[in-house]
């Protein structure tokens, strides 16, 4: 009986132009023909909201819209001044099949026909697209099937109902959905299901599967387009798994080429990377180091790729090129396989020479041969192929050991074939041996124990015992025992004509009111966006390109009008701006049409007044008497769009637009659940414009014209000045560092003298200290300064965690006050940073009575000559099979900028340095090891490999181009480096050499993580995104966007992924399904660490903002910030979660160890040191000996023993 619940049809899906319209290069809206736009999923059956089924593939609508002109070489959809042309052939509908791989290295199966549609009404109207305008559109159905011929005709048919004149009788959406849900999939030689749309009948079945694997294909496209000895080679570079990229200008013969290869290679399969058609997006992938199989478009130009080892084969002129040689198969079996297919495709120039005698077996071939190319001809040729593999694997069953895990004899079976052959091992034999398919052939059992399924060895039994080779095959003759199984629609009945439905284009299918909405406010906001701007642009065709009145203008008339359209627009920003004040609490501002319109506005920058007439509105306003005070939906708007307005304003250098964005966002606040302000100010500052000295540098000189007076001292005017910049600089949340440095190079070109030097000085440690206490921040140095400002007082432990409200809080009032307070103690405070470390380390061992035992669990560790720039803790799962005398799990490892490594034993106190590695030219960056190995990367792009226990410098590793910036060790001799030049690597440490590059990103790698395990690899970097790769396979299996900034580190934990950017958020991400399922933002800073606390599934994160977070799962599957933990004062530099413990080190050199005894509870504030001054760079802990070790710039380590005191 058929299985109901297995369909044969999975998804019917239509891609085209969306209601969001961006070109390739991202640019948003209509910009006229010629251009390409990237398609979107328009509709699917089942709808989305459907759980049973999988979604469709997330790449379809970038594959089944290829690129119709063979010299355009991008897929993508594109406009057309008009829709089907029977006089150009260009117009024609297109049909082709798609086959697409998913990770677990199933197929899926796509027959696609795209043509041109008429754009939606909606969509022409809101980015003003010229009527009668068409634009590619691509309908699909997707089955997991191997069945082309059905899919395509299937489809063909729903095509031509829809454009039938004579229309169909019931909504074609519902002749789709009854189509795909009631057609099922047939069992494999036994039913036949017959199944109509509308009056085109259609049936389906499937062969037994004791036959050769179903091949819904025709082998005739490719021996026609290669000849005999060309089809050899590429079949041989297929079998021993070599990069193959074949070429055509038909979509069509390249996936029809790629699977019957295939097909061919049976009973063995392609176990590396397949993609049988690569668009423009993904010619990259020709440059991956692992074997893969791929279809390119001719079109596309591959001049600027390496191509080294890679085979292309160029079907459309019968070529082979590659840079290595292709070995030979080995003989005689190549010369047997070579004649037979002869005999197959030209029977005529291959018997011509015959005698009579032979003439009975040519008369076979030609009779088979006489009749056009047929199933019968695609089965001869697979059972000519398996004929192949059947004799140079004659024997191999005795080869394979009975054990478990089937282990094959390789050099056995070669050398009992060289002696039968009298020839010499075969190279090509030997590498077929060795290759991923010959291993899965073996792994899945089908040679062993004479496994009645697999064709191979019935057909060496049956040469073995003179049988004919057919006589392994099903017989045709059983196809009159199918069932007939018969699908009717019973809604299909006869009807009038009235009752027909026919459609000039293809209609869309239901939305639900969700989607609708949606689909509204994104073309509401294109509207409004473009009805200014193509209305009021200058060079609008209305204004200058034909139209009488704009060019019979004069200058000044052409300014005045131009005037005009700018206070049109101005008035249009005003209005718009009030809306959004007038909005309810409970209204979402970002989905409103205010919203989207002003952003439209900003971003397109209309009539270059934008940003700047958006922020003029908000002065207005702010001067007309109003508070500034935003509901928390108005704050997150305003903070957008003025984010939107700097960005925009920056591209143009437009300073004055950036100042007053930046003088209105102090003036703007919510009120936090303390009631307090929160400044709009404090939340711009991930904007670069921020860090570069030239904006502060014209801003002063604008307040320097504002406030110039004859009469007041200079060097006092230029102080007042640089106080108001200082100011703003607090506001924006700058480090003291940065502002500082601003404010004395301003300070200095105006030479304003040494004591103005020293005001300034004093009243940013003042400002400093107020941003410490209104925010929350650094608790301990604003104790002091809560009760004269009238805030809460801390508490009065080191640390301060709070289950309620984030510490990042509030960007408080601290402004209003700044000067009312004596700033004598202050700036006095400010001096008194900079000390000698033996004073510092002085005062800290004689600090607080009764703590002696506190302080005695601090060591200094001295040696390096330079800044600690790694710091690396030897755990006891890197060397638990060490043999020797001593284990050295808890040792640490640093490297400086002193070009040193150093290996220190905790153990010996006062004695702690083991040995110091020398052979860097350049800083240290990374470092790693095993039980055995050290391994180091550093700033001379060199990896060095060390033995631990000689300490002899054992390999130089040279391949990357730039900087290191991780390393690892792995198992099996093998380490695995990142660097800046944007490479992952991987390296046999036995051969110095690298063995692949393993992954490759657009720009520097930051951080990586790799499962052993699985052979997973997640990296990331500067362009924000991470990218996982699977090495064993040798493919990339997601590339993760969201971030938009850099991602500072990395955590991979099973299927799930963890990333901390400088956007200021953290993203944990799905592996399996390469999505991002949590975005946790509440820090204010970037995320510089991540770990995940595997006892409570939960995230813990810590930023620059010295805050760390806890997150916990949610009832609802979601993570909330459980806990905010405000111990450090300075960045959050590690984070280091254990089942049981948590270490943490800042770079205020403050450092925390956290306890949970048991999983029911939460984690506890174990101890943490007395802090010192010093500037850390890096950090590493010990849990299992609760020590943890911070390098600082000063070229000590600081040792924390947190058990002394216990």
Not at 116 to 136: G, K, L, Q, S
Not at 184 to 195: H, Q
Not at 515 to 534: H, P
């Amino acid at each position: 009986m058929i299985n109901q619940q297995q369909q044969l049809f999975e998804y019917f899906v239509v891609c085209g132009i969306g209601p969001e319209i961006r070109t390739l290069d991202g640019e948003k809206g209509f910009h006229g023909t010629g251009v390409f736009y990237l398609a979107s999923l328009l509709d699917q059956y089942p709808h989305s909201t459907n759980t049973i089924k999988p979604a469709p593939p997330p790449q379809l609508p970038t594959c089944v819209l290829p690129c119709v002109l063979p010299c355009v070489l991008p897929a993508g959809v594109e406009f057309y001044s008009s829709g089907f042309d029977s006089t150009n052939p260009l117009s024609f509908p297109r049909s082709y099949p798609i086959v697409l791989t998913e990770g677990d290295g199933s197929k899926i199966y796509v027959s696609c026909v795209a043509f041109r549609d008429p754009v939606c009404d909606d969509i022409a109207e809101a980015y003003h697209i010229p009527a009668n305008t068409f634009a590619d559109k691509c309908i699909c159905i997707v089955s997991r099937a191997p069945n082309f011929h059905i899919l395509r005709e299937a489809l063909e048919e729903i095509y031509n109902l829809c454009f039938s004149k004579d229309g169909s009788s019931k909504p074609l959406w519902d002749v789709i959905a009854y189509t795909l849900s009631n057609v099922p999939l047939p069992a494999p030689g036994k039913e036949r299901v017959l199944f109509a749309i509308e009056n085109s009948l259609l049936s389906v079945d499937f062969p037994s599967k004791d036959g050769l694997p179903h091949a819904d294909i025709s082998f005739q496209p490719l021996v026609q387009c290669l000849d005999v000895d060309n089809f050899i080679k590429l079949f041989t570079a297929v079998l021993i798994e070599r990069r193959v990229l074949l070429r055509s200008n038909k979509y069509s013969l390249l996936t029809l080429a790629s699977e019957a290869i295939c097909h061919l290679i049976y009973p063995f399969r392609w176990q590396h990377v397949y993609i049988p058609l690569l668009f423009f997006s993904g010619v990259d992938y020709i440059d991956a180091p692992t074997p893969y199989m791929m279809g390119l478009h001719s079109g596309v130009d591959t001049t600027g790729l390496s191509m080294d080892g890679v085979v292309v084969v160029d079907l459309e002129n019968n070529c082979i090129t590659t840079s290595e040689e292709i070995p030979l198969l080995p003989e005689p079996e190549r010369s047997t396989l070579r004649n037979e297919i002869l005999k197959l495709l030209h029977p005529n120039v291959v018997w011509i020479d015959s005698m009579k005698v032979d003439l009975e077996s040519y008369q076979q071939y030609a009779r088979f041969n006489s009749k056009p190319w047929s199933p019968q001809h695609d089965l001869h040729l697979r059972i000519i192929f398996l004929k192949f593999f059947a004799s140079i694997l004659g024997g191999y069953r005795n080869f394979i050991e009975n054990t478990a895990n089937q282990v094959f004899n390789t050099q056995a079976f070669l050398k009992k074939r060289s002696r039968a052959t009298q020839q010499p091992v075969d190279e090509m034999l030997s590498q077929f041996l060795e290759s991923q398919g010959f291993l899965d052939y073996l792994e899945r059992g089908l040679g062993f124990n004479g496994n009645g399924n697999n064709l191979l060895d019935k057909l060496q039994d049956a040469i073995g015992r003179g049988q004919d080779p057919l006589s392994i095959f099903p017989s045709s003759s059983s196809s009159a025992e199918f069932q007939i199984i018969s699908i009717s629609d019973p809604g299909l009945g006869i009807s009038g004509t009235a009752d027909r439905y026919t459609y000039e284009r293809f209609p869309a299918n239901y939305r639900t009111e969700e989607q609708e909405e949606k689909r509204k406010q994104i073309l509401s906001a294109a509207s409004g966006a473009l009805e200014y701007t193509v209305k009021h642009t200058p060079s609008s065709p209305s204004m200058y390109n034909g139209d009488s009145k704009g060019g019979s203008l004069s200058p000044r008339e052409r300014a005045a009008e131009r005037e005009r359209m700018v206070l049109d627009i101005k008035v249009k920003l005003q209005g718009l701006w009030l809306s959004l004040l007038k909005m309810e609490t409970t209204d979402d501002p970002l989905s409103s049409f205010a919203y989207g319109t002003t952003l439209a506005l900003i971003e397109i920058d209309a009539e270059g007044i934008g940003g700047s007439g958006f922020v003029e509105c908000i002065r207005e306003h702010i001067h007309s008497g109003w508070k500034g005070h935003l509901t928390d939906g108005q704050f997150i708007a305003v903070k957008e769009l003025l984010k939107m307005a700097i960005t925009r304003a920056t591209s143009r250098n437009d300073i004055a637009t950036i100042r007053g964005a930046l003088e209105v966002s102090a003036e703007m606040y919510k009120k936090d659940r303390s009631n307090l302000p929160d400044y709009v100010q404090r939340h711009l500052s991930s904007l670069s414009i921020w860090e570069e000295l030239r904006f502060w540098d014209a801003y002063f000189e604008y307040l320097m014209e504002c406030f110039s007076n004859k009469s007041t001292n200079y060097a006092a005017l230029v102080t007042a000045q640089l106080i108001i910049l200082a100011t703003h600089m607090a506001g924006l949340g700058l480090s003291d560092t940065d502002s500082w440095y601003i404010i004395e190079t301003i300070a200095g070109k105006n030479n304003i003298g040494y004591s103005h030097i020293i005001k300034l000085r004093g009243h940013m440690s003042h400002i400093q200290q107020l941003c410490v206490g209104y925010w929350g921040t650094y608790s301990v140095k604003s104790q002091s300064l809560s009760s004269s400002l009238g805030l809460p007082s801390p508490r009065p432990q080191d640390v301060t965690i709070d289950n309620q409200q984030p510490a990042e809080a509030s960007g408080r009032s601290w402004v209003q006050s700044m000067f009312s307070r004596d700033t004598t103690t202050l700036r006095a405070n400010s001096f008194t940073r900079v000390r000698k470390w033996t004073t510092d380390q002085a005062k800290s061992e004689s600090g607080v009575t009764g703590q002696t035992k506190v302080q005695t669990s601090i060591r200094t560790l001295r040696g390096h000559n330079g800044a600690i720039t790694a710091v690396h803790c030897v755990t006891r799962r890197e060397v638990w099979d060490l043999v020797g005398d001593r284990e050295d799990a808890g040792f640490f490892i640093s490297g400086s900028t002193d070009c040193t490594i150093k290996i220190w034993d905790p153990s010996l106190r006062g004695n702690e340095l083991r040995a110091t590695l020398k052979g860097h030219t350049r800083s240290v960056r990374a470092i790693s090891s095993d039980r055995g190995k050290i391994v180091s990367g550093s700033d001379d792009h060199y990896v060095l490999v060390w033995d631990k226990q000689t300490t002899q410098l054992l390999e130089e590793l040279k391949g990357h181009d730039a900087e290191v910036s991780c390393a690892r060790m792995l198992s099996g001799e093998r380490v695995l480096t990142a660097a800046y030049d944007g490479t992952v690597k991987m390296w046999d440490v036995r051969t110095d050499a690298c063995v692949a590059t393993v992954g490759r990103s657009s720009s520097a790698v930051l951080c990586m993580e790799y499962d052993d395990s699985t052979g997973v690899l997640a990296a990331a970097g500067r362009d924000g995104v991470a990218n996982i790769w699977d090495i064993r396979s040798g493919r990339q299996m997601h590339k993760l966007l969201g971030h938009t900034k850099w991602i500072r580190s990395i955590r991979m934990v099973g299927d799930t992924v963890i990333t901390g950017s400088d956007d200021w958020t953290a993203r944990m991400w799905s592996i399996s399904r390469g999505t991002c399922d949590a975005v946790l933002a509440c820090h204010a800073g970037p995320v510089l660490c991540v770990d995940y606390s595997k006892s409570d599934r939960g995230v813990i994160t810590g930023s620059s903002d010295g805050l760390v977070r806890f997150w916990e799962n949610e009832d609802g599957g979601g993570l909330k910030s459980s806990k905010n933990v405000t111990i450090h004062g300075g960045a959050v530099l590690s984070i280091n979660a254990g089942e049981n413990w948590l270490g943490i080190g800042a770079a205020d050199n403050t450092m925390s160890l956290f306890n949970r005894p048991h999983k029911m509870s939460s984690w506890q504030l174990y101890r943490t040191p007395q802090k010192s001054l010093a500037m850390v760079r890096c950090v590493a802990s010990d849990l299992e000996r609760k020590r943890i070790c911070s390098g600082g710039r000063n070229g000590l380590l600081r040792l924390w023993d947190a058990t002394i005191n216990i």
